[in-house]
């Protein structure tokens, strides 16, 4: 990478170097570039690393691109002004253009986020997705290694603004309710509070009710267990599986509701996903709170196979092995 401006222009043809602003023949600069951050090479999974437009723009301006310049927040504007603060000649613009540039979401992806940071804000995903923010949770003994705690008074964590769109997936988590809340609270959410479109949360009702609501183009579904199917002050793994128009939830390895959608819903929003809250009506506040542990939370970009709840890479949280069934609690 170089600071220093470069031409696509050169004296003559092959010349090396920054190039001349006074060359006739054109010669393009190149530099080679990962389009995976911090990874030169293909593997399996990697698609939730490629870098976003704006990434790339900042790589080529930082590198070969005309000049050095400043990424800057997106805004919205009307008129633009341009002022050369140095130049080693007198600029000369030949042609102008503006491109709008959206901000690209997080890929949807296989993501696994142990929670097991002992400190800071960062929650690593130990799958190549994108890493998540605690946001007031504190540290709490989990089911192995760390868990984190949510008060029921706000605090929550980020996973960051993943779109899921019309795809097929699984989204599973352990999580111990603290006693029997008054009111539905939010366990996993890509949503807001109070709008009737692009909902998408799991919820946990006060009678240990699980459910999950999807809406968007297309329509809507709402899926709601039967009352207890998850307890208070204990450990239990819930899941909420997708497979085209056809929803599952899942408790301790045991689907306890099921339910189809007329047709394929499409979800999309610009919120980022979040654990343990929604979206308050306005602003970034939370709303709904969760109070109790959660704790080895994971997505999958893919539905069940052979109607399973499990993966052949990684076991699935509905998906117990013969000690699991003999140790409910682990």
């Known amino acids: 990478m170089t600071a220093d401006p470069t031409w696509a222009t050169v004296l003559e043809a092959g010349a090396s170097g920054l190039g001349d602003p006074a ?13 995976r951050d911090h990874d030169w090479f293909w593997h399996p999974g990697g698609e939730a690393r490629i870098v976003s437009v704006e990434d ?31 130049a080693i000649a007198s600029p000369v613009i030949r042609k102008l253009a503006a491109y709008p540039v959206e901000k690209s979401p997080a890929k949807f992806g296989d993501c696994r986020w142990p929670l097991d940071e002992a400190e800071g804000d960062a929650l690593r995903d130990a799958l190549c997705g994108p890493d998540g923010r605690n946001r007031g949770t504190q540290r709490a003994q989990g089911v192995s290694g760390r868990a984190l705690r949510f008060d029921g008074k706000g605090a ?9 769109h019309s795809k097929d997936f ?8 603290e006693g029997s809340g008054a009111a539905e609270s939010i366990i996993w959410s890509k949503e807001r509070s109070g709008q009737g ?8 009702g006060p009678r240990g009710n699980l459910g999950f609501l999807l809406s968007g183009s297309g329509g809507g579904i709402w899926v709601r267990s039967p009352e207890g199917a998850v307890p208070p ?7 909420v599986v997708r497979k085209g128009e056809d929803f ?29 809250a929604r979206y308050a009506p306005s602003g970034d506040g939370p709303d709904s709170p969760f109070k109790g542990l959660i704790d080895d939370v994971r997505l999958w970009a893919k539905g069940p196979r052979k109607n399973k709840v499990r993966t052949s890479r990684l076991r699935f949280a509905a998906d117990w092995s013969a000690n699991d069934r003999a140790n409910p609690q682990a």
Not at 170 to 177: D, G, H, V
Not at 255 to 276: D, T, Y
């Open 156 to 164: 929550h964590a980020s996973l960051g603004a993943m779109e899921v």
């Open 170 to 177: 699984t989204f599973a988590a352990r999580i111990q309710p």
């Open 56 to 86: 790339l723009l900042a790589m080529y301006y930082a590198s070969v691109g005309h000049k050095r310049i400043e990424r800057i927040d997106l805004v919205e504007v009307s008129r633009v002004r341009l002022r050369v603060t140095k």
């Open 23 to 35: 060359g006739t023949v054109w010669q393009s600069a190149e530099c080679d570039a990962p389009l």
């Open 233 to 239: 002050d204990r450990w239990s793994r819930v899941a």
């Open 197 to 204: 479109s692009s909902q998408m949360r799991l919820t946990l």
């Open 248 to 276: 599952r939830l899942v408790v301790d390895g045991k689907p306890v509701a099921q339910k189809s959608s007329e047709a394929i819903i499409l979800h999309r929003n610009s919120l980022e996903m979040r654990l343990g």
